[in-house]
């Protein structure tokens, strides 16, 4: 694949195709939400239900959006934020997991994923309005959070818990934390940021491998659980903690590039560069069919490379990038995607789930951000 980073598709893509579309069909009128799932002639599916963690997700998608000068994206963050705040039940039980279409509880269970993803709506919507009201919503998560899900080493992934503890809340709860601490300066969520780098270094990576399943006393799980490896989340691992290091003045370069290394060895199909979905500690393939997100988060680790180390990150993103042009979102209507292929490279998918736009948005503005220092690479 060529090295060529495609950065006006990648504009063009983001904002004149994707932000435009998600404002108008990912927004249902009828209960005031961030839509679930579309079909692919760009309709709203009827789930039954609303996830919290996709509303955190889309206002921050807006909020990021308005940052950066599209037009409508302060009024659809303000809409985000109004839904984060309609959602919140009291500092006893905090956000559920899923609503109903008329905004009745469907599932109340305390998940910290999903607060995870309404500290960072919250801290995003502060960034880009610097508003009170978010401000007092990134405390209201943090406090439900800190009361309810706070162990003695980490935190619980629900309330009340059950089966193995599970390393990506917390992955998710520290690059929240940044955000919120970068938002207000507040050392509360610096704190619960240092304490997850410190959960990460002591028990998450061996230095080789970062584990999803773990037991109470934070064990790798017992049997296969506990050898499952998702390469698209060593490599978000990767860019969060550079964010961190640039935020704390630490150097965290050796951990990325040991985090990127499992991964492009043994989590990146070379011939196709589609990022697997779960191999095993020792590279064994266990899904080896291929969602969005793992490929956006193979550009983000790279770039976040970049910035660290200075080293040429177009051969990855260049071929990341062009998988996502080229087949995820190569599309009837080019603002969704094909959120699966198979293993033998075939689609796999019957709908487009919103929560994608996330991870793709944010990768794009990484690239778009970095474009200039990227073609100075070719002076």
């Not at 003695?152 to 599970?166: A, D, Q, S, V, Y």
């Not at 965290?252 to 043994?266: G, I, K, W, Y």
């Amino acid at each position: 694949m060529s090295a060529a980073i495609p950065f006006d598709e990648i504009r063009r893509w983001t904002f004149d195709v994707a932000l435009p579309f998600w404002g108008d069909a990912g927004y249902d009128l009828q209960s005031r939400r961030f839509v679930e799932k579309l079909d692919y002639s760009g309709k709203p599916i009827d789930t039954g239900y609303h996830r919290t963690r996709v509303i955190g997700r889309q206002t921050y998608v807006f909020s990021h959006a308005a940052i950066l000068g599209w037009d409508r994206g302060l009024s659809l963050c303000a809409e985000g934020a109004r839904q984060l705040d309609e959602l919140y039940l009291g500092p006893d039980k905090g956000w559920p997991r899923t609503t109903g279409p008329n905004g009745e509880v469907l599932d109340g269970t305390p998940d910290l994923y999903d607060l995870a993803f309404v500290l960072f709506g919250y801290a995003w919507r502060h960034k880009a309005a610097r508003d009170e009201a978010s401000r007092a919503g990134m405390h209201r998560a943090m406090d439900f959070i800190d009361t309810h899900l706070r162990a003695e080493t980490g935190f619980w992934h629900e309330m009340p818990p059950e089966g193995w503890r599970l390393q990506n809340p917390h992955m998710h709860l520290l690059e929240a934390s940044l955000v919120a601490y970068e938002a207000t300066g507040e050392t509360r969520f610096l704190s619960t940021a240092r304490e997850l780098v410190a959960l990460f270094r002591e028990k998450l990576f061996d230095g080789t491998t970062l584990a999803e399943y773990f037991d109470t006393d934070w064990n790798r799980a017992e049997g296969q659980d506990g050898r499952l490896v998702e390469p698209g989340h060593m490599l978000e691992w990767a860019w969060i903690l550079v964010q961190y290091g640039k935020v704390v003045g630490e150097d965290m370069t050796p951990l990325a590039e040991s985090l990127v290394r499992f991964p492009e060895d043994h989590g990146v199909d070379t011939q196709t560069a589609r990022t697997l979905q779960v191999v095993l500690d020792d590279g064994t393939p266990v899904d080896a069919g291929a969602r969005t997100w793992p490929n956006t988060e193979r550009i983000k680790a790279h770039l976040a490379l970049f910035e660290a180390t200075g080293r040429d990150p177009r051969p990855a993103v260049a071929a990341s990038a062009r998988l996502l042009l080229d087949q995820y979102l190569s599309t009837p209507i080019p603002a969704v995607w094909l959120e699966r292929f198979t293993a033998d490279g075939q689609p796999d998918a019957d709908d487009v789930p919103a929560s994608t736009l996330y991870h793709i948005f944010l990768a794009f503005t990484e690239v778009l951000r970095l474009q200039d220092r990227i073609e100075a690479l070719r002076r």
